[in-house]
């Protein structure tokens, strides 16, 4: 303004006129820049303690959902120990219940084992014995064909005439032997009885006797030596 009064005595009116007016269009250029920049600063003001009041709503509703998580929290933790004591419980009853259970299965395991094993023996006792009987038999027979080869090997070494009496001797021989093998033969090679042992022959056994032996009820029951004296007659 004191530059305005200044340029208003100058000697060129109108550069004083264009000065004046630049200045006031300066000064309304201020005037309206601060204008603005306060109201800028003002909304921004308002709009900062907008926001600081919708933090401290946020912050108390989180420190209220932390109040009440805590809260929800013990109550699990609670409930939660409560369920882990009844199913402990349980455990122990289940574990009780199934040791007496599995007490009990195995006493009437150990009973019904002991049977089977009772039953299973005598039965492989009997299987035993059928199958060594079945082999020495077996082999006795295949032992006799023996008598056989020993046949034709000496009808092959006679004339065609001789060969029906060598066959007779061979099976006269067969018969001859078995009867003398089942009268003293068995005897003086195996005719023992327990605990002795004679060192040049035998006498017990003559003519089968103790090969089978009989009960009360007249039941027959035969020995092993009658299969012995079948496989040793083949021989």
């Known amino acids: ?8 005595n100058s000697p060129s009116p109108a550069l004083a006129r264009k000065l004046v007016a630049e200045m006031l269009a300066r000064s309304l250029a201020r005037a309206a820049l ?8 003002g909304t921004e003001q308002a709009d ?12 108390a509703e989180f420190t209220h959902f ?22 402990r419980e ?46 020495l038999i077996l082999c006795g027979a295949l032992v006799m064909f023996m008598q056989a080869g020993f046949a034709m090997v000496e009808s092959g070494c006679c004339r ?14 067969v018969c001859v032997g078995t009867m003398c093998w089942w009268a003293v033969g068995w005897t003086l090679a195996y ?12 006498d017990k056994q003559f003519f089968g006797t103790g090969f089978t032996s009989a009960d009360k009820d007249g039941i027959f029951t035969t020995s092993s030596a009658m299969l012995n004296w079948f496989f040793q007659w083949a021989f």
């Open 1 to 8: 303004l004191v530059q305005c009064i200044k340029l208003r």
């Open 34 to 41: 601060f204008g603005f920049l306060g109201s800028a600063l």
């Open 48 to 59: 900062n303690e907008a926001v600081l009041a919708k933090l401290k709503a946020f912050e």
């Open 66 to 87: 932390q109040q009440e998580s805590a809260s929800e929290m013990e109550q699990l933790k609670a409930a939660s120990a409560k369920e882990e004591a009844a199913l």
């Open 90 to 135: 349980r455990i122990q009853q289940l574990e009780s219940t199934e040791h007496r259970r599995l007490h009990a299965t195995q006493d009437a395991s150990i009973s019904s084992n002991t049977g089977s094993i009772t039953a299973n023996s005598g039965a492989i006792a009997d299987l035993q014995s059928a199958t060594d009987h079945t082999w």
């Open 160 to 173: 065609a005439k001789n060969v029906q009496n060598i066959l007779m001797k061979n099976l006269v021989d």
């Open 191 to 202: 005719g023992i009885g327990d605990g002795e042992n004679n060192d040049f022959a035998n």
